[in-house]
């Protein structure tokens, strides 16, 4: 399909597992960016990629989280040594670029992963 | 100072009524634009509709419009002829034309369409 991809859908692991959670965003998008978001709760910025330039870390909870883009376009989010906190949905989303200082390209959402540390 | 705040944490309508859903934002970046997402219970986050900050017209689309504000920095959607499936959370979003690529979204707002 054209848009984002997110796999596994679901991820069940026990605590203290390490875990990687994959975006595969639309082709031609060099914004990627990661958000969490808790049941009912809004979405929590993690990081987010543009082109070649370094990442914003931003929104990292802790040093157990890291993600990388390669190539310039599957990311993988890894979440270290897993606690039960980290339960949420994941989701992935991905965008144009500004385009020469205008500001309408929306960002495009997978479907998320669903996490569920025991 | 939060970037876009959504003061309705749940809202209810009566299906086929109108329906409108606060959103301000802080910026002071000229350039911006706004978005609102509708999550369904399923998960998925649904892009509805945009406003430029240049735009001199208030943004249309289908049932959906926005009720754009500039002096008073407000950006609220207009939900028009409720429909049962419109009950889901929404999001309000902001992109800065000038200062990067984030995205700044606000705490949403639960919609409830009564039958």
């Known amino acids: 399909g054209a848009g984002v991809s997110q796999s596994p859908s679901n991820k069940v692991t026990e605590k203290g597992k390490d875990v990687e959670l994959r975006c595969d965003p639309i082709?031609?998008?060099?914004?990627l960016y990661w958000y969490r978001q808790s049941l009912g709760q809004g979405l929590e910025f993690l990081i987010y990629?543009?082109?070649?330039?370094?990442?914003?870390k931003s929104g990292l909870p802790s040093d157990r989280f890291s993600a990388e883009r390669t190539g310039g376009s599957v990311s993988t989010l890894t979440i270290q040594r897993t606690q039960q906190e980290d339960s949420a949905v994941y989701l992935c989303?991905?965008?144009?670029?500004?385009?020469?200082?205008?500001?309408?390209?929306?960002?495009?959402f997978g479907d998320g992963t669903r996490l569920s540390i025991l | 100072a939060q970037k876009i705040t959504q003061t309705q944490p749940g809202m209810f309508v009566q299906e086929k009524e109108a329906v409108t859903l606060d959103c301000t934002y802080d910026t002071s970046d000229p350039s911006y634009g706004l978005f609102w997402y509708k999550q369904p219970s399923s998960g998925e986050m649904i892009f509805l509709i945009y406003q430029g900050s240049y735009d001199q017209q208030n943004a249309t689309e289908g049932r959906y419009s926005l009720n754009f504000q500039k002096a008073r920095k407000s950006a609220n959607l207009v939900i028009s002829a409720s429909q049962l499936g419109d009950s889901a959370m929404y999001f309000c979003?902001?992109?800065?034309?000038?200062?990067?690529?984030?995205?700044?979204f606000g705490t949403g707002t639960s919609l409830t369409v009564i039958p």
């Open positions: 979003a902001m992109r800065e034309g000038n200062t990067g690529n984030q995205f700044y």
């Open positions: 990629f543009q082109g070649n330039s370094a990442p914003d």
């Open positions: 989303a991905s965008s144009l670029a500004l385009n020469g200082g205008y500001s309408n390209q929306p960002q495009h």
């Open positions: 082709s031609g998008h060099t914004a």
